[in-house]
């Protein structure tokens, strides 16, 4: 399908395609939507099979990344930068050529970290552009565990609408989230099993947090309350939804659900899904509160998340219909209301000329 076609489809506003032939810079920056505020997104890296393979993902990644801001009441819009990566590739002057594109944008688009970039592709963005997020900026604090603390937040309202006090949790991954989602049930007083494909770190949190370490084929089966994804998405599909002994699916991976009907899958099984894109945006949260309104500290806004979670749970029992789409309905009702204010008040979008030309 063509590109403009594929951009009307889930309405992105604008697509970049970046090519510079002397650092060999190649990837695309998806604006999606900039009705609520600034669009925000990550820039991945990636050995992409394909250029298709990348414009997808940076449409894709973009459209969620709306998606998640507006459900979690955040005055920003959603976008990505992704970067193929290839051996030819000037990895510091990619990410300097990238910056300049960013800073012309002129703020209608913010970036930071996402699979694939290091601290030093960040550095290297931050010399040409202002509008990136440095992850050591003090005050800042870490990321993950503000994800972490949002995961936890939309866990407990799971675990209250179950009425389950001491839950048993399997977390797969004990990377930067697993790891502090673990040391925060571990003072919640919760019982953890924990796997890792690197054996250290599952180790590492079985002796800080007293959790029992499982192979990684067995974390998603492994008998227990809560199974928190917190490594990879697409693990919750057609094929292992069956070998799900959980009630509950909450963690901080993204798109945790192979397809939408894997979610109604879930609820028609009785299994309580935490939409990824709720309980994951601790994160986002702090770092926009921290570099868009210039907040010292994001505890409160995070731990709304359990009031959210509590709404998707009543919306989706009123309208018998899962936790995903449910999820999807709110953040879809709040853009809508914000794009009705804005054509109320503002007329629409209005294209002006230039000041210079607007004379004759
Ligand atoms: P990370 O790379 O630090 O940790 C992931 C861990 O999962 C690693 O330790 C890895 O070895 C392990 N892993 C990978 N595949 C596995 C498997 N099959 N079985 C068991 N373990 C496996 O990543 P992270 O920053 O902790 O993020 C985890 C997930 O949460 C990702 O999907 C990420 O996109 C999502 N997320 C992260 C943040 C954040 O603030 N870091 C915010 C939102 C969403």
């Known amino acids: 399908m063509p590109l403009l076609s594929r951009m009307a489809e889930q309405d992105h506003e604008q697509v970049i395609a970046l090519q510079n032939r002397a650092c060999g810079l190649r990837g695309f920056l998806a604006i999606h939507d900039t009705t609520l505020g600034p669009a925000l997104g990550g820039t991945r890296i990636w050995r992409y099979a394909s250029e298709a393979e990348a414009l997808d993902d940076a449409l894709r990644l973009s459209r969620a990344m709306t998606y998640k801001a507006s459900l979690a009441e955040l005055p920003c819009g959603g976008g990505k930068v992704v970067l193929i990566d290839h051996d030819r590739l000037d990895r510091v002057a990619a990410f300097e050529a990238l910056g300049l594109v960013v800073e012309n944008l002129g703020g209608r688009f913010f970036t930071g970290v996402d699979v694939g970039t290091t601290a030093e592709d960040l550095a290297a963005m931050a010399r040409t552009t202002a509008y990136v997020a440095c992850e050591s900026a003090p005050g800042l604090g870490d990321i993950s565990e503000h994800t972490a603390q949002g995961v936890w937040q939309g866990m407990r ?147 709304r998340i359990y009031d959210r979670m509590k709404r998707v749970l009543a919306l989706a029992q009123e309208q018998s219909i899962s936790t995903a789409r449910a999820a999807d309905q709110l953040a879809e009702a709040r853009l809508k209301q914000a794009k009705t204010f804005r054509d109320l008040f503002w007329g629409g979008v209005k294209v002006r000329r230039p000041a210079a030309h607007q004379a004759d």
Not at 158 to 166: K, P, Q
Not at 168 to 191: F, S
Not at 254 to 272: C, P, Q
């Open 157 to 303: 309202a799971c675990l209250e609408a179950l009425g389950i006090e001491r839950p048993r949790v399997a977390i797969q991954g004990v990377g930067g989230v697993g790891r502090w989602l673990a040391r925060i049930l571990h003072e919640q007083g919760a019982e953890l099993l924990v796997a890792d494909l690197d054996p250290h770190r599952a180790q590492q949190v079985a002796e800080t947090c007293g959790a029992r370490v499982v192979a990684p084929e067995e974390i998603l089966a492994a008998d227990c309350d809560v199974f928190a994804p917190c490594a990879l998405g697409g693990v919750i599909r057609h094929d292992t939804i069956p070998r799900l002994q959980a009630r509950i699916v909450c963690g901080s991976a993204n798109n945790v659900l192979a397809t939408a009907e894997d979610g109604d899958e879930l609820a028609r099984r009785g299994i309580l899904y935490a939409p990824d894109y709720l309980v994951n945006a601790g994160g986002l949260i702090r770092g926009a509160e921290f570099y868009l309104l210039g907040r010292a500290d994001s505890r409160a806004s995070i731990a």
